[in-house]
């Protein structure tokens, strides 16, 4: 007679857990690398026009050292153009040789900065 042994040989659902805790780590591994470089594009464009801000800056401030209306007048508002952007400046003389800039700046990508600065004549 054959003996029958308790012992199961059907093996089929036996690869079923690793493979779903293999493939849950490898769709978290994605999303989580998805979501950084995306995060990361942001960072850098925020970045890019930052810098783009504080160059119009030092043009506009030039710029304003080289008209010399502020010598003509005690407060007033100038208006630049750059490649980059356009500038609202807004000066003020604040005591002898030194003036206060407010400085309204939009980029070209429509990105708006508000900075205040001193310029020393």
Known sequence: MKEFSLRMNNERGFFLPFVLVITIIIFSTVTTVTLIYQNERKISYQLWE??????????????FLQEGKYEEQINGT?????????????YSRSAEQEYILLLDITTDNNENFKIKTIVLN
């Open 78 to 90: 100038s208006f630049y153009t750059f490649p980059s952007g356009d500038v609202s400046v807004t």
């Open 50 to 63: 930052q810098m783009k801000a504080e160059t119009l800056v030092q043009m506009s401030k030039y710029t």
